[in-house]
């Protein structure tokens, strides 16, 4: 069957060796009885899926957590080899591994470069060691810098890092100094993202506490990330991520530009053929319900052209290639008048910028994205009651496009860390 639609596959491994102090996604320790199950049953899963992977080109393929590199390279190797199997993955696809220092060997990561892998995503977090241990993290920065010299000789040729700010107690010269060390390592791609404390995460009990820096004090710290890692040699693409170029994360431009993903694994997010679902987060369920072949769809919605319109200006404009007027009118056709209007009060302010025909906003309008966001959401639903008929209410219709987004989405869209 020939096609030239593409697509993303997101593997979602839920076990950890242990659960990180600030972490709210779906993911458990001291589970790993449960891992020969949840095999058989992601295994299944996505056999079952595989009339509907047909129709695609797979070009980019990301294995997430919870900590992947703890599941073990044996099993992802399998899932890999079953994607490969049932859909058609491109020989050129981009292929992510999540690893965190110390629960994986060069040896393995030898394994993985010769199955198709190629990019891994290291969890380093920090260089201070006193605040990994108290995050709950199991390694020291020295595992993190041979983590990065291990992938490099076993020939990884994409590598990534994730840090994050804002951490408890950590000041402005400390995440300089963290900026510092990581760039040293000379990763192709970084993640910074903002401390955000969300209830059920241990360190929720500390919400609000002086020890955790404020909204100001975060503020400080990604303006100067993204002014350091400039001069790295670091562009920034999204609010939170900087690559050499060439290095964007293909796979979360998916979600970005609003093209389509599937997600396989208890509590992974799906968007395609027009609509969004998510699987239940809950692994027994997830694997008693798959294996008995019940379904495992939690919560599932058709999107309006009206609600891709709204998820285009929320989406794109948390990149540095923004929006442009025509690529809105193509997926609703909708006068942007108003919304220009407020755009050009944003650059006045230095929040927003106009170039070569498209909006986007500078890094201190990152910063300010959620309120301006919002405000420009509120101006095109107005100007779409002005087409439509009062009792179509379509306030409710920019309701439900803001749930869409922010409660219905992917691991990786999640990690917009309070920005």
């Known amino acids: 069957m020939e096609t030239t639609k593409t697509l993303g596959i997101y593997i979602h491994i839920p076990f950890c060796m242990a659960k990180c102090a600030y972490c709210d996604f779906?993911?458990?320790?001291d589970r790993e009885k449960l891992m020969p199950d949840f095999q058989h049953a992601l295994l299944r899963h996505i056999k079952e899926y595989a009339p509907q992977l047909d129709g695609?080109?797979?070009?980019?393929?990301?294995?997430?957590?919870?900590?992947?590199s703890f599941?073990?390279?044996?099993?992802?190797?399998?899932?890999?080899?079953?994607?490969?199997?049932?859909?058609?993955?491109?020989?050129?696809?981009e292929v992510t591994v999540e690893v965190n220092p110390g629960t994986i060997t060069k040896a393995d990561m030898q394994r993985l470069i010769r199955t198709g892998f190629n990019r891994i995503s290291i969890g380093?977090?920090?260089?201070?060691?006193?605040?990994?241990?108290?995050?709950?993290?199991?390694?020291?920065?020295?595992?993190?810098?041979?983590?990065?010299?291990?992938?490099r000789e076993a020939g990884f040729k994409n590598v990534s890092i994730d840090l994050i700010y804002g951490l408890p107690s950590q000041t402005r010269d400390a995440w300089a100094e963290t900026l510092n060390r990581a760039a040293a390592l000379k990763p192709d791609h970084i993640s910074c993202y903002g401390l955000k404390i969300e209830e059920g995460s241990q360190l929720y009990i500390y919400k609000n506490s002086p020890f955790i820096p404020d909204d100001d004090a975060q503020a400080d710290m990604y303006l100067y990330a993204v002014e350091a890692l400039e001069r790295?040699?670091?562009?920034?693409?999204?609010?939170?991520?900087?690559?050499?170029?060439?290095?964007?994360?293909?796979h979360n431009l998916k979600y970005w530009m609003g093209d389509e993903y599937l997600g396989f694994g208890p509590g992974a997010h799906s968007y395609i053929g027009g609509k969004r679902y998510n699987f239940i987060a809950d692994l027994e369920r997830y694997i008693e319900n798959v294996l008995s072949g019940k379904s495992v769809v939690d919560l599932?919605?058709?999107?309006?052209?009206?609600?891709?319109?709204?998820?285009?200006?929320?989406?794109?404009?948390?990149?540095?290639?923004?929006?442009?007027?025509?690529?809105?009118?193509?997926?609703?056709?909708c006068?942007?008048?108003?919304?220009?209007?407020?755009?050009?009060q944003y650059e006045k302010h230095g929040w927003a910028?106009?170039?070569?025909?498209?909006?986007?906003?500078?890094?201190?309008?990152?910063?300010?994205?959620?309120?301006?966001?919002?405000?420009?959401?509120?101006?095109?639903?107005?100007?779409?009651?002005?087409?439509?008929?009062?009792?179509?209410?379509?306030?409710?219709?920019?309701?439900?496009s803001q749930l869409t987004l922010f409660d219905l989405k992917p691991k990786e869209v999640q990690m917009f860390r309070g920005i």
């Open 26 to 29: 779906y993911s458990l320790a």
């Open 353 to 400: 910028q106009f170039k070569d025909g498209r909006w986007s906003f500078t890094p201190e309008g990152f910063l300010r994205s959620n309120i301006l966001i919002g405000q420009l959401l509120e101006t095109q639903t107005k100007q779409r009651s002005l087409m439509t008929r009062p009792w179509e209410q379509p306030e409710d219709a920019l309701l439900r």
């Open 335 to 344: 006068s942007m008048e108003k919304a220009v209007e407020l755009f050009k």
């Open 124 to 151: 380093v977090q920090t260089s201070d060691d006193g605040l990994l241990k108290s995050l709950g993290r199991r390694h020291t920065f020295a595992d993190a810098e041979e983590t990065v010299k291990n992938a």
């Open 71 to 93: 599941y073990g390279s044996d099993r992802l190797i399998r899932i890999f080899n079953a994607l490969k199997k049932y859909g058609n993955v491109l020989i050129d696809s």
């Open 232 to 250: 790295f040699g670091y562009r920034q693409y999204e609010i939170s991520n900087f690559a050499r170029r060439g290095f964007e994360s293909k």
């Open 300 to 333: 599932s919605e058709e999107i309006t052209d009206f609600e891709r319109a709204s998820e285009y200006l929320m989406l794109r404009l948390r990149t540095t290639r923004g929006i442009s007027e025509e690529e809105y009118y193509e997926i609703y056709p």
């Open 56 to 68: 695609y080109l797979i070009d980019t393929v990301y294995f997430g957590g919870g900590t992947p």
